[in-house]
């Protein structure tokens, strides 16, 4: 089975209110020279993180206007997923000492699924690392092949990268979700934001009365103030550090902390960390630790919506697709200036940015003082998302780019 299959597809005219009739209209004829071309998508997994929660809303709205794509997923086995989290990890700069063996894994992964590569697709675009090796199956320079790179690469470590770089080397480009990302690469570069979809069951609007019902479901109370912050259980999320945070806060106001996160197929580390933050947590009845289903974005959406403040504490982050849904919600952001999260939270304008667990409670507390300013950033937030986070802005640039590929510019 393919991903596609179990995607929602939205009509583009329901996007019209939101955007306006004269950017469907753009999208359509940006659409049209590419009718009849095959392309496909492969990533790692179908569910669980900002890669899967992208393609799950760009595949249908693509089908919407009526491109061929095609979204496939590597199989790999916990020993390929625990080296490819390993190598993720090293790309954000943690430190990992090179071991051949590793290689051996994901090169053998990789070649196992050389069948997934549809060598009839004109494009094909390989989502971060762990497909990488798929390039190898590309038949004599057949269609266009590009990385899409949702990680921050700006200090990778050097025997990981090293031996990435000679893979994305044989692409015919890379795709970065910020300037600072990129390397060195003897291929163009192309800019994407990654983008949130305003209309799909994460981020659509909710009616009171459900936002309450999910609310009482995990005995969260809605009287006083909730601080959330929704990720994998992951270190690079720093959960413990959110809990610490929380702790400093709570000495000043009786608020409550909801920490929900999901696993994803391709993250072998969740339970070992959800571990480390039950234990971080225990005794106190107002942090809510929630393991939700891997699927579950009407109970993230309605979590989002019931928090007073939405925290992202990211030690390290690609972009943080979770901030753009919190600032779309127009809901108060306190996040750290790593990856990509300042692009969406500019410091005072669209949220508050934090270097520590100190500084995380000190903007905390400042919002939850300061309730009115909590709004505007807020207000701005929503505004900045919907000018340069939204999925129909995703799936342009990529049109763009397959058209500007297809006609060898
Ligand atoms: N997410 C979710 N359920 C969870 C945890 C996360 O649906 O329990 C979603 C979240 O709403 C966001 C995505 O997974 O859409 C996470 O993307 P992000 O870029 O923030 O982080 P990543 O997991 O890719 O590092």
């Keep these: 089975m393919t991903a596609t299959q179990i995607l929602n597809r939205i009509p583009l005219e329901e996007y019209a209110p939101l955007l306006g009739e004269p950017e469907i209209a753009e999208m359509r004829s940006l659409a049209k020279p590419l009718r009849g071309k095959q392309v496909q998508m492969v990533n790692s997994t179908k569910v669980g993180g900002g890669v899967a929660e992208i393609l799950n809303r760009l595949i249908p709205l693509a089908e919407e206007l009526e491109i061929d794509i095609h979204w496939d997923v590597l199989q790999g086995g916990a020993d390929f997923f625990e080296v490819t989290k390993a190598f993720h990890n090293a790309l954000h700069g943690a430190s990992y000492v090179s071991n051949s063996q590793d290689f051996g894994i994901f090169r053998e992964y990789n070649r196992r699924n ?3 590569v549809r060598q009839d697709a004109e494009f094909t675009i390989i989502h971060d690392p762990q497909p990488a ?3 190898e199956a590309r038949r004599e320079k057949a269609g266009h092949w590009i990385w899409r790179c949702h990680i921050d690469l700006s200090h990778p470590n050097s ?7 000679p893979y994305v080397a044989q692409f015919d480009g890379a795709i970065f979700s910020s300037p600072e990302f990129s390397r060195q690469l003897p291929v163009p570069q192309y800019l994407f934001y990654p983008s949130i979809d305003p209309l799909s069951e994460k981020n659509r609007d909710l009616d009171k009365e459900f936002i309450g019902s999910v609310l009482r479901q995990f005995e969260i109370d809605a009287q006083r ?12 999320k720093d959960p413990v550090g959110v809990i610490r945070a929380y702790r400093i806060v709570k000495r000043y106001y009786d608020c409550q902390l909801v920490l929900a996160g999901g696993g994803a197929s391709d993250d072998p580390e969740g339970a070992i960390v959800l571990d480390e933050v039950r234990k971080e947590a225990s005794g ?9 289903p891997a699927w579950a974005p ?3 959406n309605a979590l989002q919506r019931a928090s007073t403040v939405v925290i992202q504490k990211s030690l390290r982050e690609g972009f943080g697709l979770t901030v753009a849904e919190a600032l779309w919600k127009r809901k108060p952001v306190v ?3 790593v990856g990509g999260i300042p ?4 410091h005072k304008h669209t949220g508050l940015l934090a270097h520590s667990v100190e500084g995380t409670a000190y903007q905390i507390r400042f919002l939850l003082s300061h309730p009115e300013i909590a709004k505007r950033l807020g207000e701005q937030g929503h505004k900045h998302v919907k000018e340069n986070f939204l999925i129909t802005q995703n799936l342009k640039n990529y049109l763009v780019l397959m058209l500007s590929l297809s006609r060898g510019n």
């Design 298 to 300: 009407l109970e993230v």
């Design 159 to 165: 025997a990981v990268w090293g031996f990435l770089q």
């Design 343 to 346: 692009t969406q939270v500019i």
């Design 284 to 292: 106190d009845p107002d942090i809510h630790i929630l393991e939700l």
């Design 225 to 236: 103030p909730i601080l959330t912050q929704i990720s994998r259980f992951d270190r690079l």
């Design 114 to 116: 050389f069948d997934l």
């Design 133 to 135: 090796g798929l390039i």
């Design 335 to 337: 996040a750290s200036a």
